[in-house]
């Protein structure tokens, strides 16, 4: 019974092979084909999403330009208030009303810089969703450069605060004028990239 069925089946298939060879085929081409089109959108998804993440971290690195060349010239005016501050302690006699103007001016400021997609990026795991990995490793080196002029400033004021010492100052502008340096870079090369 079971040798009758079977060539029952082998006798209808060979018949009909034409027939269920198309069918083979239409179901493959139907399963590739939803396979390439799904991955299709998926990377295009991918794509505006590294696109977006790029457009604002170029809007936070133009934001971080005016920072940066703000606190250069808090430093730079600091600086000189302490020189002119050195040169009328060295030089008597003392004007107490000039010394203490210039001592109260002679304030320090933290520098700090927020960059809230750098954040996400960061914390979220999506950095890898930067696909060119010289700009994504130059964002990442950018932002802990960012931390180290931050750190540095701040133990600079501590120290600043402490032992009066304006040479502290020129550390911080030399770091500060770097960062900038290395913002613009990032910011070309993410338009760059934006362009193409």
Same mark, same amino acid.
């Given at each position: 019974?079971?040798?009758?069925?079977?060539?029952?089946? $082998?006798?209808? #298939?060979?018949?009909?092979?034409?027939?269920?060879? @198309?069918?083979?085929?239409?179901? +493959?081409?139907?399963? *590739?084909?939803?396979?390439?089109?799904?991955?299709?959108?998926?990377?295009?998804?991918?794509?505006?999403?590294?696109?977006?993440?790029?457009?604002?971290?170029?809007?936070?690195?133009?934001?971080?330009?005016?920072?940066?060349?703000?606190?250069?010239?808090?430093?730079?005016?600091?600086?000189?208030?302490?020189?002119?501050?050195?040169?009328?302690?060295?030089?008597?006699?003392?004007?107490?009303?000039? $010394?203490?103007? #210039?001592?109260?001016?002679?304030?320090?400021?933290? @520098?700090?810089?927020?960059?809230? +997609?750098?954040?996400? *990026?960061?914390?979220?795991?999506?950095?890898?969703?930067?696909?060119?990995?010289?700009?994504?490793?130059?964002?990442?080196?950018?932002?802990?450069?960012?931390?180290?002029?931050?750190?540095?400033?701040?133990?600079?004021?501590?120290?600043?605060?402490?032992?009066?010492?304006?040479?502290?100052?020129?550390?911080?502008?030399?770091?500060?004028?770097?960062?900038?340096?290395?913002?613009?870079?990032?910011?070309?090369?993410?338009?760059?990239?934006?362009?193409?």
């Amino acid at each position: 019974m079971k040798i009758v069925l079977g060539k029952k089946i $082998i006798t209808h #298939l060979r018949s009909d092979w034409i027939k269920y060879g @198309f069918e083979t085929v239409a179901i +493959v081409v139907g399963i *590739l084909g939803a396979y390439y089109l799904s991955n299709w959108k998926e990377h295009r998804v991918e794509k505006e999403t590294e696109t977006e993440y790029l457009r604002n971290l170029l809007v936070d690195l133009e934001n971080q330009v005016g920072n940066i060349e703000a606190q250069i010239e808090f430093e730079a005016i600091t600086k000189r208030t302490c020189e002119n501050l050195l040169n009328k302690l060295h030089l008597p006699p003392f004007e107490i009303d000039s $010394i203490n103007f #210039l001592i109260l001016n002679a304030q320090r400021r933290t @520098f700090v810089v927020s960059s809230p +997609v750098y954040e996400d *990026l960061k914390y979220s795991g999506r950095l890898a969703s930067i696909s060119d990995p010289q700009l994504r490793y130059a964002i990442f080196r950018l932002y802990q450069q960012v931390e180290y002029v931050e750190t540095v400033i701040a133990s600079n004021n501590a120290h600043f605060a402490d032992r009066f010492s304006y040479d502290l100052l020129d550390m911080n502008v030399a770091e500060l004028e770097n960062l900038l340096s290395e913002n613009q870079l990032l910011i070309d090369k993410v338009n760059q990239l934006l362009g193409s």
